[in-house]
């Protein structure tokens, strides 16, 4: 995977919160000048910091063709943050793929969306962080039901 950098201020060289997969669709709360482009500060479901707009295709939603999705074949804890006192917040079901959202080290930000994965994505359900190496991941619903087989 990969995609823009997630940072905790307007600056390349502020704290790198992770990295937004391809695709990912989020709320563009205030715009400031760069140095080279204007940098926006996003939310997306418990998340938020700054992007550069060199990086972001103003869409209206999810590019699912670029998305990434990921589950398990056993139910997977979703906590509220990748710290040691993280709150388990709820569950990603067995064999139901959620949208992978960021990369953080051995974690990943999902939406687990109401009413499952549908085409094109919307952005309501459960958010939260799992653990990498709890779940699988794929760049399809299809190629993950495969993986879980």
Excluded at 41 to 48: A, C, E, H, T, Y
Excluded at 98 to 111: M, Q, R, S, T
Excluded at 122 to 147: C, F, H, N, S, T
Aim: charged fraction near 20%; proline fraction near 5%.
């Amino acid at each position: 995977m990969g995609g823009v950098h997630l940072r905790k201020e307007h600056s390349s060289h502020s704290e790198d919160l992770g990295v937004f997969c391809g695709g990912a669709c989020f709320a563009i709360e205030d715009v400031v000048e760069g140095t080279q482009a204007p940098w926006y500060k996003v939310k997306l479901g418990q998340i938020s910091g700054w992007v550069s707009s060199n990086y972001v295709n103003m869409g209206l939603a999810y590019d699912t063709e670029t998305m990434h999705v990921a589950g398990s074949s056993k139910a997977v804890p979703i906590y509220d943050g990748t710290g040691f006192f993280a709150r388990k917040t709820g569950e990603i079901p067995a064999y139901v793929p959620a949208w992978v959202i960021l990369e953080k080290g051995n974690w990943y930000y999902i939406l687990l969306p109401d009413g499952g994965i549908s085409v094109p994505a919307q952005p309501y359900g459960v958010y939260g962080w799992v653990r990498k190496r709890d779940i699988q991941e794929a760049a399809a619903p299809e190629a993950l039901m495969w993986k879980l087989q």
